[in-house]
Nanobody, 127 residues
């Protein structure tokens, strides 16, 4: 069993930055792929970014490339999402997730790949 807890959300002006954290507990996650998804009101949950257990491989949604950076500190069992140049359309609840089945990175954009999810943290981008 893995527990995931997100933090770092909040209200930020357009063009601003936020750093989300996802703390994992319950078992070591050093070998497991992790991802960030988001869900805006009235919309489906969408992929944001993912990272391999060894941090070598990352994937990003086109909408966040060049603005968001995913990273992780396996010694702290924590994953991060640095979000820069935020836009109003980035407003959503952000969820972290963990894949325990060692899925190919080809499939990291699919929510079905992930077995464990956090409760989410709200990010609001507004002036």
């Amino acid at each position: 069993q893995i527990q995931l807890v997100e933090s770092g959300g909040g209200l930020v002006q357009p063009g601003g930055s936020l750093r989300l954290s996802c703390a994992a507990s319950g078992r070591t996650f050093i070998s497991l792929a992790m991802g960030w998804f988001r869900q805006a009101p009235g919309k489906d949950r969408e992929f944001v970014a993912a990272i391999s257990g060894n941090t070598i491989t990352t994937r990003y949604a086109d909408s966040v490339k060049g603005r968001f950076t995913i990273s992780r500190d396996n010694a702290k069992n924590t994953m991060y999402l640095q979000m820069n140049s935020l836009k109003p359309e980035d407003t959503a609840v952000y969820y972290c997730a963990c894949d325990t089945d060692y899925s190919s990175s080809t499939y990291w954009g699919r929510a079905q790949v992930y077995d464990y999810w956090g409760q989410g943290t709200q990010v609001t981008v507004s002036s």
